[in-house]
């Protein structure tokens, strides 16, 4: 790997770290590298509650890197056809999927420039809280593109059919207001705050229910697409396997003493 992408991990939380801050951290064809052997390398780790994404200096992810990508423009159409949809493939889509599929809540903390791709993985994840100093576009329509990365699937089902087409389609910037307006971000904080802020609900996210987080999850990937009666029999299973841990008995003892529960994650 090339260092385009950094993961540590301390005091059981993995920082999944964009790090071409020269470039914005624009997404190039290394670095889509270098995102699915770092999020492998995340789907394996054992002793990790929560999971933090954010990018090297001042920005998230500024999209793709156009001069990466115009060094593909001497192959033919059908050539270049060929070779960016075996990229997607091999290593986008796949990264995207892990991070799906993770256990543990994650956050994306954001700031700067959050474009493209790098707005396609914030969507991915579980919550998102940015500086208030962002600015976001899709940004795809004005390269010619549709959208990659989930950015089809995550942005209809959170700000509806109509705006996801307007926000494709137009390709226009809007700020972290709007953005929180529309839901796809939680918190906007003041940006020399952001850090603060985010260590903060890290530790909320620890100190809480730790498998509960997981069942919700699982719950909650599957609601738009499940039936009614499927989606409570769901629950009725989640409900069940939480019901047999210690958190649960821990929650409940806690609200009847009227003092704070202390989880345990079991």
Request: with cysteine.
């Amino acid at each position: 790997m090339a260092n385009t992408v950094l993961l540590d991990v301390d005091n059981r939380v993995a920082t999944l770290t964009l790090n071409r801050p020269a470039q914005l951290n624009a997404l190039s064809v290394e670095m889509m590298e270098d995102l699915f052997a770092t999020v492998r390398k995340l789907r394996d780790l054992q002793d990790v509650d929560l999971v933090v994404i954010t990018g090297a200096g001042d920005h998230f992810m500024a999209g793709g890197d156009l001069k990466d990508f115009a060094t593909q423009f001497h192959l033919g159409p059908e050539a270049r056809k060929v070779a960016f949809r075996a990229i997607v493939e091999k290593h986008v889509n796949p990264s995207v999927e892990i991070l799906q599929s993770l256990r543990q809540p994650v956050i994306a903390k954001v700031r700067g420039a959050c474009a493209g791709f790098g707005l396609s993985l914030m969507l991915g994840c579980d919550l998102a809280i940015c500086a208030d100093n962002v600015k976001f576009t899709t940004a795809y329509s004005s390269i010619g593109l549709p959208a990659d990365g989930g950015m089809s699937y995550f942005l209809p089902r959170i700000v509806g059919r109509r705006k996801a087409a307007e926000l494709l389609l137009l390709g226009e910037r809007f700020d972290a207001a709007e953005a929180q307006r529309l839901g796809l971000v939680n918190r906007v904080v003041p940006a020399a705050e952001l850090d603060d802020e985010t260590t903060a609900l890290v530790a909320r996210l620890q100190n809480g229910p730790r498998y509960a987080y997981t069942e919700i999850k699982r719950l909650l990937a599957g609601s738009l697409d499940d039936k009614l009666e499927s989606q409570l029999q769901n629950e009725a299973e989640a409900f069940a396997r939480c019901s047999a841990t210690g958190d649960f008995v821990e929650g409940i003892t806690a609200f009847l003493e009227k003092r704070k529960p202390g989880f345990r994650g079991a």
